[in-house]
């Protein structure tokens, strides 16, 4: 399988795929890894504890029945963990600290092997949260964002673990985006089961950092309503107990679908509440609909937007289309959507679905990059 097919990298690292293993404390190491997770674009290890405090909390949950990693030595326990991953996959690290100086040393130690490092702000026992552990981070914004610049100076791929609908969602994701982070995981459940789907997408119209979506996912069904929403990649943890086999059956899923839609996560419509990306499937601006909130929010009047999108598909086959509703692809939906003028009109040019989709891709990215407004400043 190879990695071009979907060409996902950050920095150093590059994943084969768009399917985490995410962590679990006391269950997901190297050896968990490679017996249930050896396809996946990567594997989060973890949670780790690097100081005396974390150490002393992970003990007391271990005398309660809870499943911990504890070592007196985490660094080591950290590189030799590392290392043991046989897959071939992207590996992360989930660490937890009271304090700044061990995730420096860890951070280095992690760049050093090739991997990530992620910082667990996500955690919420009683005993993780008196200790400012985890989701603690969530509520001390200020030593949170402190904590990302200092870890990016040492050169890390950094991720960070967060749950949403613990502080303003939005502002969470701005102020990790400005901080520095390379990567935001979060874990988008609910009150009660299943996965907060409006949590992801606010997520990807607050920032342009890697996604990763996370909770309850067990099928590729779950997996593809997180992708519509923005996630890069999805994550999958409880799930591989219920089932040994998920993550395989995640990676062939999400691999054909690649191979025929071309666009793995392209967005839903923005008139069926897609993110900014879906802003290549919309219209020409001429009557009243979503798009215009959607584009004014990036800082775009009508005629801009328009001009932005025909400014992209000079020279390129979305130019052509003359008997579609507005007269180039450029206007045109989402191949998932039927239209037997699009359709008619790809085989004309014998463009294929996945390659019309690729520069549908390309398109999205350049309405973003030409906003007056960046994503992580709209409103």
Not at 260 to 284: E, M, T
Request: charged share 25%.
């Amino acid at each position: 399988m190879s990695d071009c097919l979907f060409d996902l990298h950050i920095g150093y690292v590059r994943f084969k795929n768009p399917i985490a293993l995410a962590p679990m404390a006391g269950i997901v190491d190297s050896a968990f890894a490679n017996q249930y997770a050896s396809n996946a674009g990567l594997v989060v290890l973890g949670a780790f504890n690097l100081d005396k405090a974390s150490i002393a909390v992970a003990s007391a949950l271990v005398a309660r029945g809870r499943k911990e990693f504890i070592s007196d030595e985490p660094m080591e326990l950290i590189k030799k963990e590392i290392k043991a991953v046989t897959s071939g996959s992207a590996v992360a690290v989930n660490v937890r600290s009271t304090t700044l100086d061990p995730l420096i040393e860890a951070a280095k130690i992690v760049k050093e092997e090739g991997a990530i490092l992620e910082l667990n702000a996500h955690c919420r026992q009683p005993e993780m949260l008196e200790a400012g552990l985890g989701e603690a981070l969530l509520h001390d914004l200020p030593r949170l964002s402190a904590w990302i610049r200092a870890i990016k100076e040492t050169g890390v791929v950094l991720s960070v673990k967060v749950r949403a609908n613990v502080v303003d969602d939005i502002e969470l994701a701005r102020l990790i985006d400005k901080a520095g982070a390379d990567i935001i995981h979060v874990d988008a459940g609910t009150e009660g089961f299943g996965t907060d789907l409006d949590a992801i997408l606010s997520y990807r119209d607050a920032t342009r950092l890697f996604l990763i979506g996370n909770n309850s996912v067990k099928d590729f069904e779950t997996a593809k309503e997180m992708f519509t929403r923005g996630a890069d990649m999805v994550s999958a943890a409880r799930g591989v107990l219920e089932n040994s086999g998920l993550i395989q059956e995640l990676v062939e899923n999400v691999t054909s679908y690649q191979q025929s839609i071309g666009w793995y996560n392209a967005p839903k419509h923005v008139c069926s509440d897609g993110d900014f990306r879906g802003l290549a499937f919309c219209c020409l601006p001429v009557k009243p609909c979503p798009v215009h909130e959607k584009f004014r929010k990036l800082g775009y009047t009508a005629e801009e937007f328009a001009r932005t999108k025909l400014d992209f598909a000079k020279g390129t086959m979305l130019e052509y289309g003359e008997d579609t509703c507005f007269g180039s692809l450029v206007w045109c939906c989402k191949i998932t959507k039927p239209c037997w003028i699009r359709d008619g009109v790809l085989n004309t040019i014998e463009l294929s679905d996945a390659e019309y989709m690729k520069l549908k891709k390309q398109l999205a990215n350049y309405v973003l990059d030409h906003a007056r407004i960046p994503v992580n400043e709209s409103h």
